[in-house]
């Protein structure tokens, strides 16, 4: 469990990230949400993206932090999507050993999410977020 204030910090450990990165690509280039980042460097060849991973690395490293770039890749899960930059396709992704949770629909939810579920009577809470 994190702080009471993880996730803002966490936002703003991101947007502070997010600017030194904009020091060595563009910014459109890049995503973040929370601590998972997403970059898609378009026609680049093998030695310029192992480069740009050293240097995404070195940004990080000074700030005492690690990070995990992975390069060249056609298709990526991200979040709780399957993207593929190839065809421009995405689909639904779940972690392989996600077991979704689920909800009675006459649980004692705030009404406003009561409202939202569907007819059935029972709905993964993943799909809450």
């Known amino acids: 469990m994190g702080s009471y204030d993880g996730?803002?910090?966490?936002?703003?450990?991101?947007?502070?990230?997010?600017?030194?990165?904009?020091?060595?690509?563009?910014?459109?280039?890049?995503?973040l949400y929370r601590d998972d980042g997403l970059a898609m460097i378009?026609?680049?060849?093998?030695?310029?993206?192992?480069?740009?991973?050293?240097?995404?690395?070195?940004?990080?490293?000074?700030?005492g932090l690690k990070i995990t770039v992975t390069t060249n890749l056609v298709e990526v899960n991200f979040?709780?999507?399957?993207?593929?930059?190839?065809?421009?396709?995405?689909?639904?992704?779940?972690?392989?050993?996600?077991?979704?949770?689920?909800?009675?629909?006459q649980s004692n939810h705030p009404p406003n999410i009561i409202k939202q579920l569907p007819k059935k009577k029972k709905v993964p809470t993943a799909t809450l977020r």
């Open 7 to 31: 996730a803002e910090t966490c936002e703003l450990v991101g947007l502070y990230m997010l600017h030194q990165l904009q020091q060595i690509m563009p910014p459109h280039l890049i995503g």
């Open 42 to 63: 378009p026609a680049a060849n093998g030695p310029k993206m192992d480069k740009l991973r050293k240097q995404i690395g070195s940004v990080f490293k000074k700030e």
């Open 79 to 105: 979040l709780d999507v399957t993207l593929n930059a190839v065809n421009g396709r995405y689909c639904p992704y779940r972690k392989p050993n996600d077991h979704p949770l689920y909800i009675n629909a």
